[in-house]
Each structure stands twice: as C-alpha cells, then as structure tokens.
C-alpha cells in the first residue's frame, strides 16, 4: 500500500490493521499512528483481529522483516496483507506524521556504523 493512500484512509477512520514488526525499540521512537507492534521472527497473533481476512498493512524498517512477517501471518491464516510501500524509512523520508509511544516529542534517530536504524 503507498504511504498516502494510507495516511488518507487513518485520516477517514477506514484505514486497516497497521503491524509495525521492528523491535520495540525502534516502535517507541516513531510508528504510523495506531500501529500495533509485534515482533517480526513471531508475529503475536493476540495482538490482531480475530478474524483472519481483516485486511493487514505490515511494515519494518527497510523492508525484509515486513516480508517475513507476512508470510509467517499467512502460514497462521492473515492471508489478505500487503507491505507498506517504503517501509517506515519512506514513511519518515515523505514527511508522514509519526506517533511516539509515549505521546512525547520525536527522539533523533541513532547511528550504529554510518547507518541509520529506524
């Protein structure tokens, strides 16, 4: 799903289920509002809708986590879910409001190696 077609259907209140699959961490600094985080290697299922074809909008960081994520939910049933185009990287690259998890105002995203980790 592109990052505007997202943020238009949180703005109408029709938007589906967002899984941020980063580590807590990283989910604490920033996420699309009302994300629901839950660990990539083993998506918590009790943390989503019971009802498997609730549509799914799953991003990560850059990308490989959401994918792995994904088919982990498939293989548990969440078979209607697409990746968020550009990940939280393009999310934050386009100027998308972020939510913290706290409420309080952004943290600078740290560098480990001359990369940044979001």
């Known amino acids: 799903m ?3 077609d ?3 259907r949180i703005k109408a ?3 589906p289920v967002v899984v941020d699959v980063r580590f807590t961490s990283e989910f604490d600094r920033g996420h699309v509002k009302g994300a629901v985080n839950t660990p990539f290697f083993a998506p918590e299922t009790a943390k989503l809708p019971k009802d498997k074809s ?7 960081g850059h990308g490989q986590r959401a994918w792995i994520a ?5 293989l548990r049933g969440y078979r209607n879910s697409s990746l968020l185009e550009g990940h939280a ?3 934050k690259e386009a100027a998308m409001p972020l939510e ?4 309080g105002p952004m ?3 740290h560098r480990r190696n001359d990369q940044t980790h979001f």
């Open 100 to 103: 913290k998890s706290d409420g």
């Open 107 to 109: 943290q600078p995203l």
């Open 6 to 8: 997202l943020l238009a």
């Open 89 to 91: 990287k393009g999310w």
């Open 54 to 60: 609730t549509e799914l909008v799953i991003y990560c």
């Open 70 to 74: 994904k088919q982990l939910l498939a």
């Open 2 to 4: 592109k990052a505007n």
């Open 13 to 15: 209140n029709t938007a």
